[in-house]
């Protein structure tokens, strides 16, 4: 079964805390991804690991970093929690630099920060 | 880069409805076009998608065209239904940065 797995589901923090998403595949993707989503907002890309520790800024990396020493693991920290970092957050996966497959997305986290 | 553009933020439309829901994109080569599907509480899921040799994608009623003349992807669907009731995001990946690109979404809200 072709999943994307993400732990926790809900998550409150206290601000100046530190967060730690983590993200599990079973379809030995090369390519994963950390977004986050704003209500009435797209998603936006945070980072982007192409394989294990080859991972790339994306679009808002700013306060954010993330860890991958397995393939099918991809975590995203949160150092010192901000009140601004209360979004939802989405782990997703696809073949390395395959144009014509599809992205699986998890679940998602919905982090809140107090 | 690469970018696609979607001007309808919201849609609201009643059960049997006909669907449309614009999608736009720039690109300097033709990619692959996809359709997500977001439903409540749930992460993004392929919805369709349309390469240049198919042109045409068509799943669960919805359908969308690849057309080159006036780079548009549009969604649509003959009749609406209230469990169709979604967020719709169109995509594709940049052929330079190898990174997904979507759209901003389009909220589709059905009533019965």
């Known amino acids: 079964d072709m999943k994307v797995t993400q732990m926790p589901r809900y998550l409150i923090k206290r601000m100046g805390e530190n967060v730690l998403l983590e993200c599990g595949q079973d379809m030995s993707h090369e390519t994963m991804y950390w977004y986050r989503q704003d209500p009435g907002l797209g998603l936006q890309l945070i980072y982007i690991s192409y394989d294990v520790d080859s991972n790339s800024e994306g679009d808002i990396p700013k306060g954010y970093r993330v860890s991958r020493k397995k393939r099918e693991h991809f975590s995203l920290i949160l150092d010192s929690a901000k009140t601004n970092q209360t979004s939802v957050y989405f782990c997703a996966s696809s073949l390395l630099r395959d144009k014509n497959t599809e992205v699986f997305f998890g679940k998602g986290t919905r982090l809140t920060v107090v | 880069g690469d970018s696609v553009t979607q001007k309808q933020g919201q849609v609201t439309l009643s059960e049997d409805d006909f669907l449309f829901i614009n999608c736009t994109y720039s690109t300097t080569t033709y990619p692959t076009l996809f359709w997500y599907v977001q439903y409540p509480g749930q992460g993004p899921q392929l919805l369709l998608k349309v390469t240049t040799a198919n042109n045409k994608g068509i799943s669960r009623g919805f359908e969308a065209t690849y057309d080159k003349g006036t780079t548009s992807f549009h969604l649509q669907k003959a009749s609406v239904q209230e469990s169709d009731s979604a967020v719709y995001f169109c995509?594709?990946?940049?052929?330079?940065?190898?990174?997904?690109?979507f759209g901003t979404g389009t909220r589709l809200q059905v009533s019965p």
């Open positions: 995509a594709l990946v940049d052929t330079n940065t190898d990174k997904v690109v």
